[in-house]
């Protein structure tokens, strides 16, 4: 992080700044106080975005909040800045053994680390990272590793707009080359998590992005369904509206007969039902008295079906 050209320490406390092997030492040494703790290294980075270059001593103030509003205080640190890329970011690296031989809470320090970055953002009135900007991402300066993540990330959302489905999406990417693979609920056919593959690196949904967990997913492809739906003009009006009126009533008539049978469950024919119900509206303005058509058969004329109609309600009331 140190011995990487473009990069120059801004601050520290604890360590020794001036040779980042001595560096190292310090903090290995502090975290002996407690060797039960394994993991006891703090690591963030903190990006800022291509066009923003604020000065040395507003980074090392926004470093120096990011650690105290995630409760790493009293403890050793050091603030690298790299200028190597594109935008310049910050390394931030702290003990989580502190300077009394104090073990640092490190629950949900993502997720928390997260918030305290956005705060950040806005107070110093910085460019926020709202989505990944695939024009920004600087593939080229990636390891293998992230280079996958970005890869599947990519693939999703070039197809996911076309897709109707979850199944759809799976074949799509097979055919880059990406693996899809499901994890269930316990020995159950419930999906709980969804995870892609390439090559040799797996990622869960949520890791290559929040929004292509299998949740989010499922949300996705139901609001485009939903807008596809939207943008289709309403077609049964106009077919209505195009037929003569004789054909209507046959298509509408034969509907009601198909659906009265004892086959169809009581859902389906209430549902049936009601819809004949709203189409008899309609007779009115489809068939007039003076366009009855010889060639029907009398019980499909306006005069036959509603008589048919009253004589079927007399036997219902019988």
Not at 184 to 206: N, R
Request: hydrophobic share 30%; aromatic share 8%.
């Amino acid at each position: 992080m140190c011995n990487k050209p473009g990069s120059e320490v801004l601050a520290t406390d604890g360590v020794r700044e001036f040779d980042y092997r001595l560096m190292a030492e310090d903090f290995i040494h502090q975290q002996q106080l407690r060797p039960g703790k394994q993991k006891a290294f703090f690591h963030g980075i903190l990006s800022f975005h291509p066009t923003e270059k604020p000065s040395d001593e507003t980074l090392t103030t926004i470093a120096a909040q990011y650690l105290r509003r995630l409760g790493i205080i009293d403890t050793q640190y050091s603030i690298v800045k790299h200028t190597d890329r594109s935008h310049l970011h910050l390394h931030v690296v702290a003990n989580m053994v502190d300077n009394n031989g104090n073990v640092i809470k490190d629950n949900f320090t993502g997720l928390r680390g997260k918030k305290v970055a956005q705060q950040l953002t806005q107070e110093y009135k910085l460019i926020p990272a709202i989505k990944k900007d695939l024009a920004l991402t600087n593939l080229e300066n990636m390891n293998d590793h992230e280079v996958a993540r970005y890869k599947i990330y990519m693939a999703i959302a070039e197809n996911l707009r076309n897709c109707n489905s979850i199944n759809d999406l799976v074949t799509r990417l097979k055919l880059q080359g990406i693996d899809t693979q499901y994890k269930h609920k316990g020995q159950t056919q419930e999906i709980q998590g969804i995870s892609f593959k390439t090559g040799k690196y797996s990622f869960k949904g949520s890791q290559i992005d929040r929004k292509y967990s299998f949740a989010g997913l499922q949300k996705s492809l139901a609001e485009g369904i939903k807008e596809n739906i939207d943008n289709v003009p309403d077609q049964k009006e106009e077919k209505i509206q195009s037929n003569s009126p004789k054909e209507a009533f046959r298509k509408i008539h034969s509907l009601s007969k198909r659906n009265s049978k004892s086959t169809v469950s009581n859902t389906a024919y209430n549902r049936a039902a009601d819809v004949f119900k709203q189409m008899n509206k309609v007779f009115d303005d489809l068939i007039k008295p003076e366009q009855t058509d010889d060639h029907l058969p009398y019980e499909l004329t306006q005069e036959g079906y509603r008589r048919k109609k009253k004589k079927q309600s007399h036997r219902h009331k019988r």
